[in-house]
């Protein structure tokens, strides 16, 4: 899909998952907060966010927010 699109393409790790540290917080609310901090810092805004199963979910919630 890079290949084909051009686009650049970040893979991020939720809080509690592979090596981003512990959090006793592990909500949507949280994890979506999480990447609306992120993405600015690393100047992806605007982006397209692309997300399975629990990724999916903190892509549409921070979308929600957003609007």
Do not use: F, I, W
Request: glycine share 10%.
């Amino acid at each position: 899909m890079v290949q084909r699109t051009g686009r650049r393409v970040l893979t991020v790790d939720a809080r509690n998952h592979g090596d981003s540290p512990h959090s006793p917080d592990a909500s949507y609310e949280a994890m979506s907060q999480d990447l609306q901090g992120l993405l600015p810092q690393l100047g992806l805004v605007p982006c397209v966010l692309v997300g399975h199963s629990m990724g999916g979910k903190t892509a549409m919630l921070l979308a929600l927010q957003r609007t």
